[in-house]
Nanobody, 126 residues
Framework: QVHLVESGGGLAQYGGSLRLSCATS????????MGWARQRPGKGLEWVAS??????YYADSVKGRFIISRDNAKSTQYLEMNSLRPGDTALYLC?????????????????????WGQGTQVTVSS
C-alpha cells in the first residue's frame, strides 16, 4: 500500500525558510517522478514543483525561491522553501506521478498524480 507522509511545515516569517520532507513507502520510489502541490484556503490544488530522473520543474510563482530534491536511497523527497511570502501560506502535499515515464507538461497537472499525502501546513507571517 502506498503511503506518503509530509513533515517540516510550520510558522515562518516573511523572507524566512522552511524545508519540507516527504517519506514514502509501498512502491519503487526511484521508478517515479514526484511532485509537490499546495492548497490555499478555499482554493483548489495548485502544482508547485516536480522532479524526475533528469531534472526539476517549477511553477513560475516559486521559481528561484524553492528547490525540490530527492533521495532515492531513503525513498524521500524534499522541498526547500526560501524567501517565503505570505502568499505561500498553504497546505503542502507530496504526490506520486501516476506513470513511470517523464512528461514535464503532464507534471503540472495535479490529476496526473495517483497518490497524495495528507499535507503539512505552512504559514508565513508578514
Amino acid at each position: 500500500q502506498v503511503h506518503l507522509v509530509e513533515s517540516g511545515g510550520g510558522l515562518a516569517q516573511y523572507g524566512g525558510s522552511l524545508r519540507l520532507s516527504c517519506a514514502t513507502s509501498g512502491f519503487t520510489f526511484s521508478d517515479y517522478a514526484m511532485g509537490w502541490a499546495r492548497q490555499r484556503p478555499g482554493k483548489g490544488l495548485e502544482w508547485v514543483a516536480s522532479i524526475d530522473h533528469s531534472g526539476t520543474y517549477y511553477a513560475d510563482s516559486v521559481k528561484g525561491r524553492f528547490i525540490i530534491s530527492r533521495d532515492n536511497a531513503k525513498s524521500t523527497q524534499y522541498l526547500e522553501m526560501n524567501s517565503l511570502r505570505p502568499g505561500d501560506t498553504a497546505l503542502y502535499l507530496c504526490g506520486k506521478f501516476a506513470r513511470r515515464d517523464s512528461d514535464n507538461i503532464a507534471f503540472k497537472i495535479t490529476s496526473n498524480y495517483d497518490y497524495w499525502g495528507q499535507g503539512t501546513q505552512v504559514t508565513v507571517s508578514s
